[in-house]
Nanobody, 115 residues
């Protein structure tokens, strides 16, 4: 059974940095696509960044230049480095692992941004 655990969320001030982690068990990341999504209050769940394990990555325009997605296959972990965090980045962040015929979600980790 595949299980994803996110961590690293918390309360930060605007301009601060934060690193989210997503560790997978029950599967290996190799050959899969890992993504970070976020869902703010009253909003839909939106894609933030994606990475093909061992391959290219991309981030959405709203976070380009501030957020970076990376992976460590040896640790079966995907990261989201968040720099210069803004109030609009406040959301629950979810990790997603997808193959051609299945996908898995973590339980989410909350990021709060306030001064």
């Amino acid at each position: 059974q595949v299980h994803l655990v996110e961590s690293g969320g918390g309360s930060v001030q605007p301009g601060w940095s934060l690193r989210l982690s997503c560790t997978a068990s029950g599967t290996v990341l190799r050959g899969k696509t890992a993504s970070w999504y976020r869902q703010g209050p009253g909003r839909e769940r939106d894609l933030v960044a994606s990475i093909s394990i061992g391959g290219p990555s991309s981030v959405e325009d709203s976070v380009k230049g501030r957020f970076t997605i990376s992976e460590d296959s040896a640790k079966n972990t995907v990261y989201l480095e968040m720099n210069n965090v803004k109030p609009e980045d406040a959301a629950v962040y979810y990790c997603n692992i997808a193959t051609w015929n299945s996908q898995y979600w973590g339980q989410g980790t909350r990021v709060t941004v306030s001064s």
